[in-house]
């Protein structure tokens, strides 16, 4: 797919990445260009196929170097840039739990705790929420009408999904019926939720890698929760009319037992 400088304007999902960083370029942006807008003040620097084939190693001991592979023209590694700028302190949290199970198993052993880490990392989602609320059990039980029907004047406001998985930001390049994200709940203090959205992923990033590290969550199978990306208010035109959540192949049921 070609570079389009104005993909925050697609739709409502991509326009969360709007006015956070701005690429005005008429074709890709280079590494060197990524580097200055993305990477100042992060222990990270974005390097192409070349730096990396040089470096002789697995990719998540290139990232324990500082040294994020990233090639060019690439939708999936420039959305991954873009979440090492939002997340910094996150993304190095899982790398070190990679290279933890590395260490402990070697880099061509994919330990299930990896497999977890990983599936977070392409297609995680946080749902910041105020404290006390209990949106994981309507997650668990898969009640769409109360989360999404009972609950939509909550989305935007006290309830904020985040998208961390830069494999969903790529997908919603063409957003399909089926796209889900996999969920972690996160309570925040209330004043979290009227700053500025700039200010917000500074506070969650350092709020998020603190609770994965305090819950061990990866350490559990199945740890994270099903959401229906394109069902959360505000994110999909069609989702307006309330039949929309009637499609049970998208918006499932809890299997029994």
């Known amino acids: 797919m070609n570079w389009d400088p104005d993909f925050t304007t697609r739709n409502a999902i991509l326009g969360q990445l709007a006015g956070l960083v701005a690429f005005n370029e008429s074709d890709w942006p280079t590494n060197a260009s990524l580097n200055r807008e993305l990477a100042a003040g992060l222990p990270v620097r974005f390097v192409d196929d070349e730096a990396f084939a040089a470096l002789g190693c697995y990719y998540e001991e290139a990232v324990a170097r500082g040294q994020v592979p990233t090639r060019s023209a690439n939708w999936h590694d420039f959305f991954g840039a873009m979440i090492w700028h939002l997340f910094p302190r996150t993304k190095a949290l899982l790398n070190r739990l990679h290279m933890d199970d590395i260490h402990a198993h070697g880099a061509r052993q994919r330990t299930p705790r990896r497999d977890r880490i990983t599936h977070f990392d392409e297609c995680g989602l946080v749902l910041a929420v105020p404290e006390g609320d209990d949106v994981e059990a309507l997650l668990l039980a898969h009640d769409w009408q109360k989360l999404f029907l009972e609950q939509r004047s909550r989305w935007g406001n006290d309830w904020q999904p985040f998208i961390f998985?830069?494999?969903?930001?790529?997908?919603?390049?063409?957003?399909?019926?089926?796209?889900?994200?996999?969920?972690?709940?996160?309570?925040?203090?209330?004043?979290?939720?009227?700053?500025?959205?700039?200010?917000?992923?500074?506070?969650?990033?350092?709020?998020?890698?603190?609770?994965?590290?305090?819950?061990?969550?990866?350490?559990?199978?199945?740890?994270?929760?099903?959401?229906?990306?394109?069902?959360?208010?505000?994110w999909w035109p069609a989702n307006e009319a309330s039949s929309f959540y009637d499609n049970t192949d998208y918006f499932r049921p809890r299997r029994q037992g």
């Open 165 to 234: 998985g830069h494999a969903l930001y790529e997908l919603a390049l063409s957003p399909f019926i089926g796209l889900t994200a996999k969920a972690v709940i996160l309570p925040m203090p209330d004043a979290f939720f009227a700053l500025p959205r700039n200010e917000q992923y500074g506070v969650l990033d350092r709020h998020l890698s603190d609770a994965l590290q305090t819950r061990q969550l990866f350490d559990r199978p199945r740890p994270l929760r099903p959401l229906p990306l394109l069902g959360i208010p505000g």
